[in-house]
């Protein structure tokens, strides 16, 4: 599974790196960047959520 941030998508909510920080975090201009690739087994279900929970739809899991 692998995961990716539309950055002109970010609103830099800070949503995904509270759900899944091991997966999410924001970069120096607080847009959410992807830390692993490919996402570990056990962080697929908070990938998924922080997916489902993005505002903006910016995440896309796949
Ligand atoms: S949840 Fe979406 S909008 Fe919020 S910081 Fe993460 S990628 Fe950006």
Not at 8 to 33: K, M, R, T, Y
Not at 55 to 60: E, G, L, M, N, Q
Request: with cysteine; charged share 35%; hydrophobic share 35%.
């Amino acid at each position: 599974m692998k995961a990716n941030v539309d950055r002109d998508a970010c609103i830099s909510c800070g949503l995904c790196e509270s759900v899944c920080p091991d997966v999410f975090e924001l970069d120096d201009e607080s847009i959410s960047v992807v830390k692993v690739d490919p996402i570990p087994s056990e962080f697929e279900d908070c990938a998924k959520e922080a997916e489902d929970g993005c505002p903006t739809d910016a995440i896309h899991v796949e």
